[in-house]
């Protein structure tokens, strides 16, 4: 079993910065890619950014060039770094890793409100 608990998140400003991050533990050793998908009210679920264990990414569209996706050397732990934020990033942000073995963990989301 895998355990993801997200830390970070809050209110800021359009425009401002804020970073949001994810630990894993458990059985870390089985899990592969892990990113983040987000949620907003009424919307369904999107994936935001996604890092595998070579360290290669992949973005939204409407995030590109302002969210960076890091993964720490142990690869138990991802950052999601978001800078240049819109009203329309407000919304819930799930981290998540795939198992090797198949299947999916997830945390237990974290609320983004960019707001001013």
Known sequence: QVHLVEHGGGLVQPGGSLRISCD??????????MGWYRQAPGEQRELVAEITTEGDTTYADSVKGRFTIFRDNAKTM???EMNSLKVEDTAVYYCFADGLKGGEYWGQGTQVTVSS
């Open 24 to 33: 894993g533990s458990g059985q870390i050793k089985d899990i592969s890619t």
């Open 78 to 80: 991802i950052v999601l």
